[in-house]
């Protein structure tokens, strides 16, 4: 089937009536075709994708099971949807589009239906509606929303150099919910490179790190050094191997000086 996406105008319409669409989003049933009244709201593109059934999510599942879950719907989304380019996957229009239409469901039992939301206030609410069933083209958006941000997992962390689990990487990004944020949230681990080395050295320090050490914790000065080294030669020169010494020797240097402790409540799953 072809991918499809809201028009820019829908997409204005539902995004500036949040507040006011607020009982349709919770109500678990079908109402924008009623909202739209006849009125082109969505369009065909001529991207072939093949649009895959999530694994069910349960709200009541600890941190570290709706991280085997989401990993799971990770190969889903990216496993069928791997010929998008880059460029096509930070169109807002489409997971949009996806996440109010294909993937509703999954969203609202995915984000919605735990304690901590019934808890929040009105304008919290309407937040988290606009950060995962809307997207724009900026990195921090495509981490909320609710579909891009495993399409976008799957993409930078895919290592189709282990054919017996490509998606080993994934499982290490997503396992700790800090971790994941601040690494989709560091510009230099947009590139692939530079970020599946990372990736591969935060996978060799996680066996070794006891008691409350996290790799959140390691990650953030790593970043900070990162940015200070790409300031005087460019990182993106350095291969993957390159990535992984600097990223490997960073750690062991920085946990041999001063070991890093996190605070239990860090990896929560919403930050709202």
Known sequence: MRAVYFTEEAYDTLKNGISHNMPHYLSRTEWLEDFFNGQ???????????????????????????????????????????????????????????????????????????????????????????????????????????????????????????RSNPFHLTEILVSNTKFCTDFMLSHCCWNRTIGKGVLRAAKDLIPTLSGREGISGYYRPLKKYMNRYGAVSSLDFLTEDDIYNLAMEFFISSRKKNPIFEDATEDSDNED
């Open 40 to 162: 082109e709201y969505k369009k065909e593109s001529s991207i072939e994708v093949s649009l895959p059934d999530m694994v069910p999510f349960s709200s009541q599942l600890a941190v570290e099971e709706r991280a085997n879950e989401d990993v799971a719907n990770v190969k889903q989304i990216y496993g069928n949807m791997k010929n998008l380019t880059p460029l096509q996957a930070t169109n807002p229009y489409l997971w949009t589009c996806l996440a109010h239409t294909v993937y509703n469901d999954y969203v609202l039992h995915r984000w919605f239906d735990d304690d901590q939301f019934s808890s929040l206030s009105q304008d919290k609410k309407e937040k988290r509606v606009l950060s995962r069933f809307f997207s724009t083209a900026n990195e921090r958006s495509l981490n909320n929303n609710a579909i891009a941000r495993l399409w976008w997992y799957g993409f930078l962390s895919y290592d189709e150099q282990n």
